[in-house]
């Protein structure tokens, strides 16, 4: 019996797998999530494994045939070393994930295929969300982290070791501080952690300021808290969530400045409850960005939500395939 090919695409997020089976032509047809549970090393990859197994069942019994998988992993995919680094993940430390998941495939001719998040989630925003048609494209990702996926002519820029993108290191305002070594100068305020951060810093440092985040353990303070405080116009709140803004537009003049891209696209938890200040962050940028590329730009944000990593790996299981695969 002739079967219909199709594809698996996973995401490999800090707290959960989301894995789905795709039909050639797009669709999504089956999807599955497991959390992580505390899960580390090799009993990731199991997991991963697990789930892709249970997905190929689920394929036999629609009579399709699972011809490529395509993964996003939540770090730093080196395609020259075929190794993968995921701080989030405890024990992934540059390990190879790419022939580790190969040991779980009984047909070895099944194509796996690996990509850092922040490019897979331009990647299924130029599938199937707001970066259809476009060769020049930037997903800003800000959650616990901020990364870009960049693509560019096409094709997505990675860099020589993978590192490509890893925007939280830029450096938008001296003098240094050893506080940025971890994650950089962006990401420290700018980020879903950063801004926890940052509130935490104005709290220690202005004692003697009364604010609505007291009422929140300072080890316990997120995000969430921030733009809550936020709407009540909170003064701690206020000020790092203005420093916030200028620093996503800091950033997106400096990608825009350098890509030169057709869309931006802002992503990940953040946005979410920041998508309120797309208008004042390109206020921000057109300040500091080439004059010309930022007046270009159409900046949106997800269309995809938490979805956009695992349509990017499903997407990137399909570019695997030749037109022999799709004809079959």
């Known amino acids: 019996m002739k079967r219909t090919p199709t ?23 089956h999807k599955e999530v497991q959390p992580l549970a505390r899960r580390k090393g090799e009993e990731v990859i199991a997991l991963i494994g697990t789930m892709m197994q249970s997905l190929m ?68 925003e130029v599938w199937k969300g707001c970066a259809k048609d476009c060769a020049d494209a930037i997903f800003i990702a800000v959650g616990t982290g901020i990364g870009a996926g960049i693509l560019s002519g096409g094709r997505i820029i990675n860099g020589s070791g993978g590192v490509a993108g890893a925007i939280g290191w830029m450096a938008l305002e001296p003098p240094y501080d050893e506080k940025y070594d971890a994650w950089g100068n962006l990401e420290h305020y700018a980020s879903g952690d950063g801004i926890a951060r940052g509130a935490v810093e104005l709290l ?43 620093y996503w537009g800091m950033a997106l003049a400096n990608l825009v400045s350098l890509f030169n891209p057709r869309k931006v696209i802002f992503g990940g938890g953040v946005f979410g409850p920041a998508d309120q200040f797309l208008d004042r962050i390109l206020e921000e940028a057109k300040q500091w960005a080439q004059p010309l590329s930022i007046e270009e730009i159409q900046l949106e944000t997800s ?8 349509i990017g790996a499903g997407y990137l299981a399909l570019t695997t395939l030749n037109d022999q695969v799709h004809d079959e």
């Open 57 to 124: 069942d689920h394929a036999e019994g629609w009579t399709y045939k699972v011809v490529a998988i395509g993964a996003c992993v939540p770090g730093i995919y080196d395609a020259i070393k075929k190794t993968v680094w995921a701080p989030n993940i405890p024990d992934w430390n540059h390990i190879p994930l790419q022939d580790e998941l190969k040991k779980y495939l009984d047909d070895q001719s099944i194509h796996i295929v690996l990509e850092s998040d922040r490019s897979c989630y331009i990647l299924g």
């Open 303 to 310: 269309a995809l939500g938490g979805n956009a990593g695992l």
């Open 204 to 246: 220690e440092k202005n004692r003697t300021v009364t604010s609505l985040l007291d009422a929140v353990p300072t080890d316990q303070i997120t995000a969430h808290h921030v733009f809550d405080a936020y709407e009540k116009q909170d003064s701690v709140a206020v000020e790092v969530i203005e420093k916030a803004i200028g």
């Open 7 to 29: 594809v698996i695409g996973i995401d490999i997020g800090g707290t959960k797998i989301s894995a789905a089976l795709f039909h050639h032509h797009g669709d999504l047809l």
